[in-house]
């Protein structure tokens, strides 16, 4: 199956990036992966093709969602590109609030809901 999206999930435990990944390239996208929101920008600047949603988790160590986010603003060439704040916060809508995010998940994150989020924020190519 050819990938029609590319997502970018930024999450600092790897057995959720690497489940992520599965359950993702299993239902057709294309997924990047990083540790932290700097390795994520890295990637951003430097990876073709672009990804049509970033997946977010909040708690990493070097650079964490919430400073990401702030410093993806000011990326021109990425800045118009949804992002998806999957946490374990209690209080994720409050942290979330104000981050100009295109919606959030909590963790442990559900499936189902992820893909439906995912596919809603996926616009067709």
Do not use: N, W
Not at 108 to 114: K, V
């Amino acid at each position: 199956m050819e990938a029609h999206h590319t997502l970018l999930v930024v999450d600092d435990d790897m057995d959720i990036r690497d489940a992520l990944q599965d359950a993702l390239e299993l239902e057709g996208y294309a997924v990047q992966l990083a540790a932290d929101g700097l390795e994520a920008l890295e990637r951003l600047r430097s990876s073709e093709p672009r990804p049509q949603l970033i997946l977010l988790d909040l708690m990493m160590p070097r650079m964490d969602g919430v400073a990401f986010r702030e410093a993806l603003r000011h990326e021109r060439a990425c800045s118009d590109i949804p992002v998806v704040v999957a946490s374990a916060d209690l209080d994720v809508r409050g942290t979330v609030d104000g981050m100009g995010v295109a919606g959030y998940l909590r963790k442990p994150l559900d499936l189902s809901a992820l893909l439906t989020t995912v596919k809603q924020l996926c616009l067709p190519v």
